[in-house]
């Protein structure tokens, strides 16, 4: 049974930092690609950072050079770094996973884990 399970969110202030960890399980990790997406109040899911398993990083323009993707594929974790948050960074953050390909505009990946609040305080 495949699992993602997010942790690391929480509650920061405006220019604050937090780090989440998706620890995922049974599937083979090396031959997924990653990414986190989120889903602000009102919105819709949007895909914000994607690892493909070749190494390639990808990042969408809101979160350029604020937040880091990285993945262990020993330990089968998936990190997203974010780093000078914003109001509009408040989120529910999820962690997906797909065996073929995965772009920050895929809607269904193949897994989803149940996603880990953020909060950003003005």
């Known amino acids: 049974q495949v699992q993602l399970v997010e942790s690391g969110g929480g509650l920061v202030q405006s220019g604050g930092s937090l780090r989440l960890s998706c620890a995922a399980s049974?599937?083979?990790?090396?031959?997924?690609?990653f990414g986190w997406f989120r889903q602000a109040p009102g919105k819709e899911r949007e895909g914000i950072s994607i690892?493909?398993?070749?190494?390639?990083?990808s990042y969408a323009d809101s979160v350029k050079g604020r937040f880091t993707i990285s993945r262990d594929n020993i330990k089968n974790m998936v990190y997203l770094e974010m780093n000078s948050l914003k109001a509009e960074d408040t989120a529910v953050y999820f962690c997906?996973?797909?065996?073929?390909?995965?772009?920050?505009?895929?809607?269904?990946?193949?897994?989803w884990g149940r996603g880990t609040r953020v909060t950003v305080s003005k």
């Open positions: 997906a996973a797909n065996g073929m390909y995965l772009s920050l505009k895929t809607t269904t990946p193949d897994y």
């Open positions: 690892s493909s398993r070749d190494g390639r990083t």
């Open positions: 049974g599937l083979n990790f090396n031959l997924h690609h």
